[in-house]
């Protein structure tokens, strides 16, 4: 589905990426681990052609995402609240991502409902703008709007952060099912090595920008990654 | 203490990240500082021997005292809008052992040194020179001069007053509007003479320096009240709990009509009226219509035609140029968002397209009883408008593709010059400039209707060349994308 090579992102002459090679099965659950300033963001800024790559590129389902748009129909995201509208209110802003992805309003309506555990009462119907709610709860409106009008890419960065311990278990479930039941490719980032094990089939640790392991989740994986982590 | 905080402002100011992109700016705020001095100094020689030459037998002293009521009134209005208290970032300090006393004291001590309160000076000191030289009594005089110093600081804390006071309102002019508003009027009508009141004060204080004291007291008790406000404001919870209203979504069904535009549409209106900056620039709308009222009522410019185009652009086109100037920076804060949708760029733009023309039809319509002041004005607004719909919004959308700054949408509109750029004072050249010019040139080389002609023709060229001038502005759009995305992102 998704096949990067040779790619590189350079900011004034420092490396801050360079991918020679990796490729992404279709209904993948896909775990992207780092520290600070591993390339986590840059490589999710680059698969949505935020940013310009130095060189190479990355194709998502045959489509260079630098060249054409048209990966965009099929592809969606919440990186960060720069996903979000502060001034519309959830619904508000659930219904503007819909008509952008040719969803009516009953559509979105049916999607969003599936969600109503997840929002624990604290999104929908709250007559609030995006703005006034709390960091945790932009992170659930953001995260939901990014699975409205079926998607075959979700990215998700940091999912986990900020959100109460309730809401990460049962983002934890969503995700799952995203990949396991409706074979939708799940992109995540995560500091959360406990979570990112529970929920991705593969995981991928960067380091300065490289690929330093590559591993099919198991029994062991967990363990490997503290043991790397803790060095 | 005083010294880091002297330190961190220091640091604040030299290393924020538009240090030095806005030279421009400070450069024009600087000529426009200059040339208040240099007024005020002016008024300041001048004053004395005009007064004295105008009414040879009154005091000129008296003279000036009776209208500095109309002095503290414009002075508040124009504080109102040009300064603002110099906050500093509070909230680190908040857990550090700063006494938060100590804390309100240094803002407040510093709005002390503010250029407004030096500009009086300028004026004053030669003022009260000249009155020494010609022997008044130098006690007398000194105590004169600490008043209006004194007085000075009244409308700087009595300005941090209002503000705070209209910060939590909706139209943030409204509060000085009303309250300078109703003080004018009161004395204009006779009801309470402030005139007099002020003028005698300042008579009394010259004839008995101890009545000095009174304003001196007014100054402790306004900064005192100031420091109470600010005191209660030092917490983190009294930001948050101000806004909790609840919300009215309207759904806006009738966009429906304008097809695929839609969906964008509808967020721009949204945008407009939930957001305090584009809030008031929808205020700006009626002093742009009323623009005319400035000129037409004179008989010095009713056969001065050229100025009925001027009037004709500014006027239809207030809020082309208020909402346009800024596009996309208005979606500045989601702009990566937009960027990674499933959406249509020309869409995106024809949308804010649409709502610039839409308002060109209504501003023009609005403005139609000018015809009271003459045929010629509405045809050269008509002409105007056709102008502004065909040429101006192209123009502008296309100045758009060049902005690179970000816009807090929280903030108020009035002389706030965040997302300014060179590109906004650029794009005033072909936008009122180039059609006057036009104008003027055929309205000397054939006459007024050739000229309104040409105008109108031109506009009526755009309009036909729309689609071919949207996809060159879209190509230049999607051309600065990743420019836009990383300067979007940068706090400025």
Same mark, same amino acid.
């Given at each position: 589905m998704i096949l990067t090579s040779n790619l590189s992102k350079k900011y004034a002459g420092n490396q801050v990426l360079n991918i020679e090679t990796l490729e992404i099965p279709k209904g993948q659950s896909f775990g992207l681990v780092g520290n600070n300033g591993a390339g986590k963001t840059t490589y999710f800024s680059l698969l949505l052609d935020l940013i310009k790559p130095t060189t190479g590129h990355i194709t998502n389902n045959n489509i260079q995402v630098n060249e054409s748009e048209d990966w965009k129909p099929f592809t969606s995201a919440f990186i960060d609240e720069s996903f979000l509208i502060g001034y519309l209110t959830p619904e508000e802003y659930f219904y503007f991502i819909g008509e952008l992805r040719n969803q009516n309003k009953a559509d979105v309506d049916a999607l969003v409902g599936q969600f109503e555990d997840f929002f624990h009462g604290e999104i929908l119907g709250q007559k609030k703008y995006l703005r006034d709610l709390s960091k945790g709860n932009q992170k659930k409106a953001g995260i939901v709007a990014a699975l409205i009008g079926n998607p075959e890419v979700v990215i998700l960065d940091e999912p986990f952060a900020n959100l109460d311990p309730t809401t990460q278990i049962r983002l934890k479930a969503i995700v799952k099912d995203l990949a396991e039941t409706k074979g939708i490719t799940v992109l995540i980032s995560s500091h959360d090595l406990l979570h990112v094990t529970d929920v991705c089939e593969r995981i991928v640790v960067l380091e300065k920008g490289e690929i330093v392991k590559d591993l099919q989740t198991s029994e062991a994986t967990l363990k490997e990654l503290e043991a790397h982590f803790a060095n | 203490m005083v010294s880091q905080f002297i330190k961190l402002e220091w640091k604040a100011f030299f290393r924020s990240a538009s240090f030095g992109k806005s030279i421009g700016i400070k450069i024009f705020m600087g000529l426009f500082a200059l040339y208040f001095i240099v007024m005020f100094l002016g008024a300041g020689l001048v004053l004395y021997p005009g007064l004295k030459k105008q009414f040879p037998d009154q005091e000129p002293l008296y003279i000036l005292n009776s209208v500095l009521f109309y002095w503290i009134l414009i002075d508040l209005v124009f504080r109102f809008f040009f300064q603002k208290l110099p906050v500093m970032a509070v909230k680190p300090l908040l857990i550090l052992p700063v006494k938060r006393s100590k804390v309100v004291n240094y803002v407040l001590g510093k709005s002390a040194l503010s250029f407004f309160n030096f500009l009086p000076l300028f004026a004053i000191v030669p003022f009260g020179v000249m009155l020494l030289v010609k022997n008044y009594p130098v006690a007398s005089v000194l105590s004169w001069m600490l008043a209006v110093v004194l007085t000075t600081l009244i409308i700087n804390f009595l300005n941090f007053i209002i503000e705070s006071f209209s910060a939590e309102t909706e139209f943030s002019f409204l509060p000085i509007i009303a309250f300078t508003g109703s003080l004018y009027a009161l004395n204009h009508f006779n009801l309470v003479s402030f005139n007099t009141i002020v003028g005698s004060g300042f008579n009394a204080i010259y004839e008995n320096? =101890?009545? =000095?004291?009174i304003p001196l007291f007014i100054l402790v008790g306004l900064y005192l009240f100031n420091k109470k406000l600010l005191t209660q404001k030092l917490f983190l919870d009294s930001g948050l709990k101000t806004k909790v209203k609840e919300v009215k979504a309207s759904n806006l069904e009738w966009t429906k009509n304008f097809g695929d535009i839609a969906p964008f549409l509808k967020l721009d209106l949204k945008l407009i009226w939930r957001n305090k900056r584009t809030k008031s620039s929808v205020l700006m709308l009626a002093m742009g219509l009323f623009y005319g009222l400035f000129f037409y009522p004179n008989p010095q410019f009713k056969n001065l035609e050229i100025i009925f185009i001027f009037v004709g652009i500014f006027s239809t086109g207030i809020f082309l140029i208020n909402f346009g100037q800024f596009i996309p920076a208005w979606d500045s804060a989601y702009y990566k968002l937009l960027m990674s949708q499933n959406l249509k760029y020309e869409q995106y733009l024809k949308s804010k397209f649409t709502l610039m023309a839409i308002s060109v039809g209504i501003l023009f319509v609005l403005g139609i009883p000018y015809v009271f002041f003459g045929w010629k004005i509405l045809v050269a607004h008509f002409a105007a408008a056709i102008y502004n719909v065909g040429v101006n919004t192209h123009v502008i959308l296309l100045g758009g593709s060049f902005n690179r700054k970000k816009i807090d949408l929280s903030q108020k509109a009035a002389?706030?010059?965040?997302?300014?750029?060179?590109v906004q004072w650029l794009i005033g050249i072909p936008l009122l400039l180039l059609p006057m010019g036009l104008f003027a040139l055929f309205y000397y080389l054939v006459n007024f209707e050739m000229a309104c002609a040409i105008i109108a023709g031109l506009g009526i060229v755009g309009a036909v060349l729309h689609k071919p001038f949207m996809k060159a502005i879209t190509a230049k759009y999607l051309d600065s994308k990743y420019k836009m995305i990383d300067a979007f992102d940068q706090d400025n």
């Open positions: - | 320096p =101890v009545y =000095v004291l002389f706030n010059y965040q997302g300014t750029g060179a």
